[in-house]
């Protein structure tokens, strides 16, 4: 295929239905093949999942879309400062036209999209899983570093929930956002690729939602009225999920799959982040995690995003065995020796 007659233009609503298809069509290339199937129209759908995104097609001279990229925008901590920052994500190229720069052309024209809008000290970063060896060379060719490890970890649900340990666990209320929001701020006051919250962009967050019902929770723990823990909630499997497309022979010829992967072979997920805890309060972190483990809706995985060296990891005593583990790649500042609780 000559890639000298692709151009790369914004996507259009009217792109839906094609990006869609292309990422049937173009499964990643990690150690397991994942492609995704929307239930919602795939350009709304990632617009929804984050606020400020904008996608870009890559297109042969005849019209037809073979790449596909979108970026979001948001402010984060890196090198110890809260800056404008540029998240890639939602890459995929056509098979026919891989291995020709593709990816790379994408990567580089979002990044100048970025600094046209953000300003040329903007940071731009992206999530690499670790044995993605393709998405790791275009990452290098943009990236100062690759760099500070985080890990996914999947959870499958609970057929009830233990004990809450008196704990009532609840979607936060207008003042209780607040004051969550505020004190998961706080928890996370040094760790890197953090993105602070407020309350009026949550809302805003809530309000991109492509369907009827928000995409994002917030959910607290209180004890006598007091918010003593909370988490971030996006239920991506109201509009998309995984489905594996291909295994390595080791696990293909395995008697269990690996934990992230359900029988199914399709991963409808929820994702966490962001969880924080009172000082002494791990217990709460644990009751927010049971909790939302029993209530999962149709996700057939809790994704919890964390730092494997942080408090939550110790706090909800948690097995990495079976975790993904991805890094993050980074046009800007040197990352600093701190805790890590990345933007995804």
């Known amino acids: 295929m000559d890639t000298n007659a692709i151009t790369i233009r914004e996507a259009t609503p009217d792109d839906g239905d094609t990006i869609e298809q292309l990422f049937i069509d173009s499964p990643d290339e990690g150690a397991v093949s994942f492609a995704p199937r929307f239930s919602q129209d795939a350009y709304e759908a990632y617009n929804g999942l984050r606020t400020d995104s904008t996608g870009f ?23 110890g400062a809260v800056r404008p920052s540029a998240l890639l994500n939602a890459v995929a190229v056509h098979p026919e ?14 990044i100048e999209y970025a600094r046209s ?3 040329e000290d903007c940071v731009a970063f992206a999530n690499i899983q670790h044995d993605n060896a393709p998405s790791q060379a275009v990452a290098e060719s943009w990236a100062d570093e690759l760099t500070y490890e985080f ?9 009830r929930s233990p004990s809450s340990g008196g704990y009532d666990v609840h979607e936060a209320s207008g003042t209780e956002l607040e ?7 706080d928890f ?13 962009a949550f809302h805003r967050l809530q309000n991109s939602s492509p369907i009827d019902e928000p995409l994002h929770r917030y959910l607290v723990a209180t004890d006598g009225g007091q918010v003593v823990a909370g988490v971030v909630a996006l239920d991506m499997h109201r509009v998309m999920k995984l489905v594996v497309e291909s295994l390595p022979p ?7 799959l690996p934990a992230a992967i359900p029988e199914s072979k399709e991963l409808r997920m929820t994702m966490l982040s962001d969880l924080w805890y009172a000082p002494g309060r791990e217990t ?21 995003n964390y730092d494997p060296d942080g408090p939550v990891a110790d706090a909800l005593a948690i097995n990495p065995e079976g975790a993904i583990e991805l890094s993050v790649a980074v046009a800007g500042p040197t990352l600093e020796a701190a805790t890590v609780a990345p933007v995804f």
């Open 284 to 304: 709460a972190a644990k009751a927010l995690w049971t909790a939302l483990r029993a209530t999962t809706g149709t996700a057939n995985r809790v994704m919890l």
């Open 151 to 159: 890990q996914l970890y999947p959870a499958p649900p609970r057929d």
């Open 188 to 200: 996370y006051d040094d760790a890197e690729v953090y993105r602070p919250r407020a309350p009026a």
């Open 117 to 119: 809008h953000l300003g």
């Open 250 to 256: 080791e696990l293909a010829d395995a008697n269990e």
């Open 179 to 185: 004051t969550a929001l505020a004190a998961s701020n």
């Open 97 to 110: 036209a891989r291995g020709q720069g593709l990816a790379k052309r994408l990567a580089c024209h979002r």
């Open 57 to 79: 097609v890559a297109e042969t001279g005849t019209g037809r879309i073979i790449g596909v990229g979108f970026v979001s925008f948001t402010d984060a901590r890196f090198g």
